[in-house]
């Protein structure tokens, strides 16, 4: 593990990824979450890369309390949350699109009896719980934080911490390139490259850091159409913004980007995963 690296390398450093470095105000926020309840979106999913083993094992060790509830917010379609119900003794997945729960259940490990999906707002969703461990994969920058993490602190158990994690691509060859594609036909003109979520959480005094931690890249390949298609799981790219001609213009010129780094159609990255992890404000 590679610690004290930050939030923001690969492809979170480019405009548009709908992780870390984006800062949205509500009326932006509430406009592009809308992309969630997409089935384009929902379905563009299935492409990203998943998250690193190591995110897990880390995600796994900094849970103390039994029993091992954990409660998943913004969980997309469970790219946390299903492999952490192969561990733990119950995930709660909540997300506020049906489409991208309807999505979770059809994915690997999405049926298992120890995982619960909840459509809801992380705002307002009634949680079970205690939970020793609360996660928020590449989503609190959706929620409304302070309410959020209010009702969080109550529903989580004495020694839970609330671990806040990205991942993604890191230091991809053709960045620089992709981020002037990236940045022409984004929906999202409030990007912030210097924005971190936890610390921005902490200089709310919401949330107090007790740990970081960077993971070591794993390799990722996957077909030169697939990484094309993932960027519109992106909120700020999704192809319900775009007309059928934009959405070929962008799709063109992203391949043409990566298309001299593929060997026989396949792209060979490195992931990575940045997480923090601390105590909110008001936790018992
Ligand atoms: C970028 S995705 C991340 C999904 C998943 N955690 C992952 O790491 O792949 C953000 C998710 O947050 C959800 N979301 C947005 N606003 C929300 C809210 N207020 N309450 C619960 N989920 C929300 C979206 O529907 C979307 O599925």
Same mark, same amino acid.
Request: a neutral charge; glycine letters at 10%.
């Given at each position: 593990?590679?610690?004290?690296?930050?939030f923001g390398r690969g492809w979170n450093r480019s405009r548009g990824k709908d992780g870390d470095g984006v800062? %949205? #105000?509500?009326?932006?926020?509430?406009?592009?979450?809308?992309?969630?309840? $997409?089935? #384009?979106?929902?379905?563009?999913?299935?492409?990203r890369? =998943?998250?690193?083993?190591?995110?897990?094992?880390?995600?796994?060790?900094?849970?103390?309390?039994? =029993?091992?509830?954990?409660?998943?917010?913004? &969980?997309?379609?469970?790219?946390?949350?299903? =492999?952490?119900?192969?561990?733990? !003794? /119950?995930?709660?997945?909540?997300?506020?699109?049906?489409?991208?729960? @309807?999505?979770?259940?059809?994915? +690997?490990? *999405?049926?298992?009896?120890?995982?619960?999906?909840?459509?809801?707002?992380?705002?307002?969703?009634?949680? *079970?719980? +205690? %939970?020793?461990?609360?996660?928020? *994969?590449a989503?609190?920058h959706?929620?409304?934080?302070? =309410?959020?993490?209010?009702?969080?602190? +109550?529903?989580?158990?004495? /020694?839970?911490?609330?671990?806040?994690?990205e991942h993604g691509p890191?230091?991809?060859?053709?960045r620089?390139?992709l981020a002037?594609?990236i940045a022409? /036909?984004s929906?999202s003109?409030?990007f912030?490259p210097?924005f971190?979520?936890?610390?921005?959480?902490?200089?709310?005094?919401?949330?107090?850091?007790?740990?970081?931690?960077?993971?070591?890249?794993?390799?990722?390949?996957?077909?030169?159409?697939?990484?094309?298609?993932q960027f519109?799981s992106t909120a700020s790219l999704?192809?319900?913004?775009?007309?059928?001609? @934009?959405?070929?213009?962008? !799709?063109?010129?992203?391949?043409?980007?990566? &298309?001299? %780094?593929?060997? *026989?159609?396949?792209?060979?990255?490195?992931?990575?995963? $940045?997480?923090?992890?601390?105590? +909110?404000?008001?936790?018992?």
């Amino acid at each position: 593990m590679v610690a004290g690296r930050g939030f923001g390398r690969g492809w979170n450093r480019s405009r548009g990824k709908d992780g870390d470095g984006v800062s %949205y #105000g509500p009326a932006e926020r509430e406009r592009l979450a809308a992309a969630f309840g $997409h089935p #384009g979106v929902a379905d563009a999913y299935r492409y990203r890369p =998943p998250y690193p083993a190591e995110a897990l094992d880390i995600l796994e060790r900094i849970i103390t309390d039994r =029993p091992r509830r954990v409660l998943d917010i913004g &969980a997309g379609d469970g790219a946390l949350a299903r =492999p952490l119900a192969a561990r733990v !003794d /119950h995930v709660d997945a909540l997300d506020i699109s049906a489409a991208m729960v @309807e999505a979770g259940r059809g994915r +690997p490990g *999405g049926r298992r009896r120890n995982l619960r999906w909840i459509v809801g707002a992380a705002e307002t969703a009634e949680l *079970g719980g +205690p %939970y020793a461990l609360v996660t928020a *994969g590449a989503s609190l920058h959706w929620m409304s934080w302070a =309410p959020t993490l209010a009702r969080l602190a +109550p529903a989580m158990t004495g /020694h839970a911490f609330l671990a806040i994690v990205e991942h993604g691509p890191y230091d991809l060859p053709w960045r620089a390139e992709l981020a002037e594609v990236i940045a022409r /036909h984004s929906r999202s003109p409030g990007f912030d490259p210097s924005f971190r979520m936890p610390d921005a959480l902490a200089a709310e005094g919401l949330l107090e850091i007790t740990g970081r931690a960077t993971t070591a890249p794993v390799p990722f390949r996957q077909p030169l159409a697939s990484f094309v298609e993932q960027f519109h799981s992106t909120a700020s790219l999704a192809r319900e913004w775009m007309s059928a001609a @934009e959405c070929a213009a962008f !799709d063109k010129a992203i391949a043409d980007i990566a &298309a001299p %780094y593929a060997v *026989g159609g396949l792209l060979d990255m490195d992931v990575v995963a $940045h997480l923090a992890w601390g105590r +909110p404000a008001g936790r018992r």
